[in-house]
């Protein structure tokens, strides 16, 4: 136990970062654990697309999802997500939406939004169309 106190004593800085690298991950757990927008595998996705008939909206730019998006993908203007106009998905509010950007960051945003607008069964694909081709899953052109 000393030689702990001596290090931070010695070493604060050091033992400041790794205390501030500490609170936000463990923060980055709890808000992700809280969050009522979930995080769902490739293995999930193709489960809710298979089984429940989810919904793949597509949020990245229009150029990015001609080059190759998931079959059956609907893709949303950057206009109607900064609007939150969602009415070309009004008739599925109920239905499973999978929510995929390129990496899996910005499409959390979309998802809250979609909650917001009545959406009931809202997730994001984890590591977004990145991680989905690199499991070598079907994309169409």
Not at 14 to 30: E, K, N, P, R, T
Not at 40 to 55: F, Q
Not at 100 to 108: F, L
Not at 118 to 140: A, C, D, H, R, Y
Request: with cysteine.
């Amino acid at each position: 136990m000393e030689q702990i106190v001596e290090f931070i004593s010695n070493h604060y800085v050091l033992a400041g970062l790794w205390m501030g690298l500490f609170v936000m991950l463990v923060y980055s757990y709890i808000s992700g654990a809280l969050s009522p927008v979930k995080e769902v595998s490739t293995r999930d996705a193709t489960m809710l697309m298979n089984k429940e008939d989810a919904i793949v909206v597509d949020i990245r730019p229009q150029a990015d999802f001609r080059k190759g998006h998931i079959i059956g993908a609907k893709n949303l203007k950057q206009e109607q997500i900064n609007k939150a106009e969602f009415s070309t998905l009004e008739k599925n509010k109920d239905k499973p939406i999978i929510v995929v950007c390129a990496m899996g960051m910005s499409a959390k945003r979309t998802a809250s939004q979609m909650l917001k607008a009545g959406f009931t069964k809202v997730s994001v694909l984890k590591g977004g169309m990145s991680t989905w081709q690199g499991e070598n899953l079907p994309v169409i052109k």
